[in-house]
């Protein structure tokens, strides 16, 4: 199993930066590819932006040309450079890791962005 624990969110006005980090530990070597989502009450997790072990990534329309996401092997951690915030991109983020032995969730955190 992979266990993943985020860090970086956090209050951000409008048009501010934040880095979410994604650090895994466990079955390293197992992960086929890494990804970002995220939840608001009431709605479905969204899936955000993806990174495959090759370092194609994809990302959300809602998401292109703001965010970047990344990886670090050296340092098994993922991270998620959010630009331009908006409002609506208040949510709970969650790490994803896709593995041959199946799909590994962080424990989620917070950004708010305030208008």
């Known amino acids: 199993q992979v266990q993943l624990v985020e860090s970086g969110g956090g209050l951000v006005q409008a048009g501010g930066s934040l880095r979410l980090s994604c650090t895994a530990s466990?079955?390293?070597?197992?992960?086929?590819?890494m990804g970002w989502s995220r939840q608001v009450p009431g709605k479905q997790r969204e899936l955000v932006a993806t990174i495959t072990a090759g370092g194609s990534t994809n990302y959300a329309d809602s998401v292109k040309g703001r965010f970047t996401i990344s990886r670090d092997n050296a340092k098994n951690t993922m991270y998620l450079q959010m630009k331009s915030l908006k409002a609506e991109d208040t949510a709970v983020y969650y790490c994803k890791a896709v593995t041959s032995l199946g799909i590994g969730w962080g424990q989620g955190t917070q950004v708010t962005v305030s208008s």
């Open positions: 466990g079955s390293i070597w197992s992960i086929l590819s």
